[in-house]
């Protein structure tokens, strides 16, 4: 049995062949690290990170590469942000959406004297922004919002947002780990301090990359939550200050930079808008095919404007693990069942504790695939 492959919000999977391509070609032909000689191999590595800088900022119209940043991934990002710009006495303002991802970092800083609130959303896990005002406080300092749920696939409106934080002076952090590589992302436009990505989801990279990427004044105020070698001023035994080595010590992920540069270049090539024309199309065959369906609930919007490739469903009649399980065993679909890190999302959505059977096709699902998964569905609700 040929298994169908929904699970992109987890992992983008398949990649696209460039990235095993070029991870190889580096395991193979160029083995050295960045900063560390000057010898053509290293050169070379030194070169292929800068495009990958270069084209990272071409892709979310940021203006500057040495301010992007290359992480371990999304959660490291998040974790730079929080734990190097939040001090005792600080407030934080959350949506009621956000992922482990952010609201973890953010228990363990309540215990050392940070607080946050967290701006309500409604039952398809949208937020108004006007419900921000009445949360500011005089010691607000930061604003970090999920981009897109990846619960419910609902996209907030963080061109609104960024007008109410640039209004009251407050630092604004999109949480991308949703829309990169499938939403249009404008650092410039929405007034970003911070935008955190992870390369493994829509960029379709390999795990164990990401980036951050800063606003210049927010960088000055940035603390390093790692330091170490960088290979640049080794003469100092103190952090460099310019970047982005301030943020980079250790040695890079190059086989990671190589396959998530690959596949960067791909999706600018390819072209933003085309990805997100078909997986718009693929999210509303399918939701369209289980409308209406009897002993399922659609979790999140109930149509596909305004949101991502991510769709949960609450089977009624049976457990949404045995449900997740038939799919696989019965029909080779391969689903993210579960809570999903994000239990005040499924609060929110009103799916706690029972989570939801999340469906979340890919640039590379097939029209096929869609049709099968939506025939499994109907078989195992028995609609």
Known sequence: MEAIYLDNAATSFPKPPEVAKAMYRYMTEVGASINRGVYASSQEAGLVTLTLREQLCQLFHHDEPTRCILTPGNTVGLNMVLRGWLHP?????????????????????????????????????????????????????????????????????????????????????????????????????????????????????????????????????????????TGSRSDLEVQPEYLPDRFESGTHNLPGIFGLQAAVEMILETGLDAIRRWETALTGMFLDGIKGLPGVRVVGPADRK???????????????????????????????????????????????????VRFSPGFYTTADEISRAVRAVKEIAGG
């Not at 956000?98 to 800083?109: F, I, S, T």
């Not at 065993?329 to 706690?352: D, K, N, S, V, W």
């Open 89 to 229: 006495g600080d407030h934080c303002l959350v949506s009621a959406m956000e992922h482990n991802a952010v609201m973890r970092p953010l228990h363990d800083l309540a215990e050392e004297g940070v607080c946050f609130d967290r701006i309500p959303c409604d039952g398809e896990g949208r937020m108004d922004p006007v419900d921000i005002l009445p949360l500011i406080r005089p010691n607000t300092r930061l604003l970090v919002l999920s981009h897109a749920s990846n619960v419910g696939g609902a996209v907030q409106d963080a061109e609104a947002v960024g007008r109410i934080c640039r209004e009251h002076g407050i630092p604004f952090v999109l949480d991308a780990a949703q829309t990169a590589g499938h939403w249009p992302i404008d650092f410039v436009g929405l007034g970003l301090s911070a935008l955190s990505v992870p390369g493994h989801k829509g960029l379709m990279g390999p795990s164990g990359i990401g980036a951050l990427l800063l606003a210049e004044e927010f960088a000055r105020g940035l603390k390093p939550l790692i330091t170490g070698g």
């Open 306 to 356: 305004d949101r991502v490739a991510v769709v949960s469903l609450d089977f009624l009649r049976m457990d949404n693990a045995e449900a997740a399980s038939r799919l696989e065993q019965e029909y080779g679909i391969l689903t993210r069942c579960g809570l999903h890190c994000a239990p005040t999302a499924h609060r929110t959505l009103g799916t706690f504790p029972q989570g939801t």
